[in-house]
Every structure is written in structure tokens, then in C-alpha cells.
């Protein structure tokens, strides 16, 4: 896990922190981390009401292609639970063109995994969202020769 953290001399930057917390609770995370990290503020959030709003972003890069929708909508709504400002999610896009693409794939079977992920549609996504109170506010499709992914920025819907 690689935690984002304010630097110590510019509150501006921000840091990479290489740590993985997996297997910590939130004080020892805490520890590991220091107090101005993202990760350790969303770990206390899990185990202390009293911070949780100090987590202002949440981000969920290439993690929804390993779930299917209705497990999906469960992490975007525990992850928009967590976060007060902004949410970054990105997504395998169900598309036509995508799916064939994934269902050629199934009949070479080999060492790749890439078959199962799952594909997820942006009015799915976006209803998941809703549900929780957040909207989307930037759109964004992030493509190589092998690699897609859409990449959205949402908000709260107040």
C-alpha cells in the first residue's frame, strides 16, 4: 500500500509513504504512517467516530474490476462514508466493444486473470453514487493499447 501524506515543510506537497497497514489496527497504523497521513486518518476512521470527517478524499483505483456490481455498490458506499470532499474511482467500462473484447479473451484461457474482471456500467456507477448522496463532477477515459479504464471524480450532491 503506498499512503499519500502531507509533506512536513510544505503542507502542499504531498508525500509517498511505501507502508503496508493491512494487518494494523488504526494506532498502529498511526504510528507507522504519522498523523497527517491519508491512510492512517482513513484507518482511525474505521475505529474512531470522532475523526472520521478528517478524511477529505477517497480514491478507488483499478480495485472495482476484481467485483461485481452489487459488491461494487457496497464499496462505493462504505468508501463515500469515509470521505467528505472528493471520491477518485476508476473502472473497467461496459461497453460493447469492451465485452467483446473480454468474452474473446474467455476462449484462450492461460496464465492471465484478465477475464475475469468485471466490467461495470457508468450509469451503475453513477446510480451507486447517487444513492449515497455524491454526483459525479468530472468524466475522464484513460486508454492504452492493452489497458482502459474510466476514471470519474464525483462530489458531494449537496
Known amino acids: 500500500m503506498a499512503a499519500l501524506s502531507l509533506h512536513p515543510r510544505s503542507p502542499s506537497l ?3 509513504v511505501p507502508a503496508d497497514i493491512s494487518s494494523l489496527d488504526a494506532p498502529a497504523a498511526l ?3 504519522g498523523g497527517g497521513s491519508v491512510a492512517a486518518l482513513a484507518a482511525l476512521s474505521l475505529t474512531d ?9 477517497g480514491v478507488c483505483l483499478d480495485v472495482l474490476i476484481h467485483y461485481p456490481q452489487n459488491k461494487a455498490d457496497g464499496m462505493i458506499a462504505h ?8 471520491l477518485l474511482l476508476s473502472f473497467a467500462p461496459k461497453t460493447f466493444y469492451y465485452s467483446l473484447l ?3 479473451g474467455e476462449l484462450f484461457p492461460g496464465p492471465s486473470k484478465a477475464t475475469r474482471a468485471y466490467l461495470h456500467s457508468e450509469k451503475d456507477v453513477e446510480r451507486a453514487l447517487e444513492k449515497v448522496g455524491w454526483k459525479i463532477s468530472k468524466r475522464g477515459l484513460v486508454t492504452t493499447q492493452f ?6 471524480e464525483a462530489v458531494p450532491a449537496q
Do not use: Q
Request: hydrophobic share 45%; no cysteine.
Open 14 to 16: 504531498l508525500a509517498s
Open 147 to 152: 489497458y482502459f479504464s474510466r476514471l470519474i
Open 79 to 86: 468508501l463515500a462514508s469515509l470521505a467528505d470532499r472528493r
Open 31 to 33: 504510528a507507522v504512517l
Open 49 to 57: 467516530p470522532e475523526r472520521r470527517r478528517e478524511v477529505r478524499h
Open 102 to 104: 473480454k468474452r474473446i
